[in-house]
């Protein structure tokens, strides 16, 4: 059995009083991927400083402005994150913004540490962001794919949220991408951050498991505010409870040079995509009312 301490992470894990939650690549163990969640109160401001890493502002709750090398990008954000998708702003390494809410919010900063530096601060509108129904059944959800290979340029960074109304299976069938095997999977650290819609008393679960060569088993309980840690092995199902709806933000980073998103089923259980052509998706899905 291996310890699987660290890599679930109850709300509130911080090594810094400015962030609901922080973890960087030296706190998780690995060298890329990294995650902080900011709540500002209404008038509040917060310079963040980029260093070694790229980052994305993205409104979980609330708007923001987001001000850097004289460009100011208004982040009109959401009411919450079942609500709709969101913009967001991207931020280079070796910058710094200040990040300022007239009204207040919670806003999540996926994070990826990287070498390169050859995109600028830019904004991200919300109706460039593709919404997918993935799966079908009770594996159906939404993925609001953010900053992905083909959706939005960035250096090394992958980010995207999944939304699973209750009782459905997501991140299913259980998949891996921790072996750099080129046109089938890519190395890539990730961090799930979870959301449960209701009245604070929503749980979900989420499974990952190793492999003989590379154990890791955990089978943690969410709540809203936790995080799952996955440096390798496979992962899934996340699980919503029924009548609890099930949200978490994806964020990835990795070796490679190509920034490439590949993943390989568990084939004990990849054979579940084939049954997926006979359900209809999820009535209950989209969660916004639209996709594109």
């Known amino acids: 059995m291996t310890d699987t ?27 890329y991927s990294g995650l902080r969640i900011l709540t500002l109160k209404p008038g509040q401001a917060h310079t963040l400083s980029t260093r070694d890493s790229e980052f994305l502002v993205l409104p979980l709750t609330g708007s923001c402005t987001v001000t850097t090398d004289s460009k100011a990008f208004q982040l009109t954000g959401r009411t919450g994150v079942f609500a709709s998708a969101t913009d967001f702003a991207y931020l280079p390494r ?14 999540a900063l996926p994070s990826a540490r990287t070498e390169r530096s ?40 992958l980010v995207c949220e999944v939304l ?20 089938v999977e890519s190395e890539l650290e990730e961090i799930y951050y979870f959301e449960v819609a209701g009245d604070g008393n929503g749980f979900g679960y989420q499974r990952v498991y190793g492999t003989p060569e590379r154990p890791i088993d955990v089978l943690a309980e969410v709540r809203s505010g ?61 969660f916004e009312g639209l996709t594109q």
């Open 164 to 183: 699973t109304p209750g009782g459905n299976w997501s991140s299913y069938p259980p998949h891996k991408h921790d072996e750099a095997r080129p046109g």
């Open 226 to 286: 936790d995080t799952v840690l996955i440096p390798h092995g496979w992962h899934g199902p996340s699980i919503a409870a029924p009548g609890y709806d099930l949200y978490y933000l994806n964020v990835m980073a990795g070796p490679g040079q190509d920034r490439a998103w590949l993943i390989c089923d568990d084939p004990a259980h990849g054979w579940v995509r084939g049954t997926w052509e006979s359900q209809d998706v999820d009535d209950r899905l989209p």
């Open 5 to 31: 301490s660290k890599h679930h992470l109850p709300k509130g894990t911080s090594a810094d009083a400015d962030y609901d939650l922080l973890v960087t690549p030296e706190s998780a163990g690995w060298r």
């Open 118 to 157: 050859s995109l600028s601060a830019r904004y991200g509108p919300k109706e460039n962001v593709p919404v997918e129904l993935r799966g079908a059944g009770a594996c159906s959800r939404q993925v609001n794919n953010y900053c992905l290979p083909g959706t939005f340029e960035a250096e090394q960074l």
């Open 94 to 107: 070796e910058s710094q913004a200040l990040i300022s809410s007239a009204a207040g919010g919670t806003f």
